[in-house]
């Protein structure tokens, strides 16, 4: 479920989540319990008692600082993956030699499209063999 947000009645407040089939749904509760940290968006689970719907409470519900995520590469990683890309377009150069001179020139096939579409199958079984 999602929270689509929230409304303040002095001392109750209102969370209204939507279902995962878009029902919208109503949670009540006081300024200070666990739905008072919920954010808009976030994913929560509710449980129905037999009354109402509850927040079920978990790790997830409790307000944490979010931990920022080092995004930048090495350089090591970088030239990593500059080496990946060279030997794939090698071996795509590869295979579109090969589908040329098996398939274009021998007359088995009469377009360039055709050529590339089987260079690129060629190519895809190459990498499930790799």
Not at 59 to 78: A, H, I, M, Q, W
Not at 80 to 88: G, L
Not at 90 to 101: E, H, N
Request: with cysteine; glycine share 4%.
């Amino acid at each position: 479920m999602i929270i689509l947000g929230y409304l303040s009645f002095s001392d109750r407040i209102n969370v209204v989540v939507t279902a995962s089939n878009g029902e919208e749904i109503k949670l009540w509760g006081k300024p200070t319990d666990a739905i008072a940290n919920l954010k808009r968006g976030q994913a929560v689970q509710v449980i129905f008692d037999g009354k109402a719907y509850k927040l079920l409470e978990s790790e997830s519900v409790e307000s944490k600082p979010e931990t920022p995520v080092d995004t930048t590469l090495s350089n090591e990683r970088k030239r990593a993956i500059a080496q990946s890309i060279n030997q794939n377009a090698d071996l795509l150069a590869f295979c579109l030699q090969t589908s040329k001179a098996k398939f274009l020139e021998t007359g088995l096939i009469e377009s360039e499209e055709s050529m590339r579409s089987l260079a690129t199958t060629l190519l895809i079984q190459a990498q499930k063999n790799l």
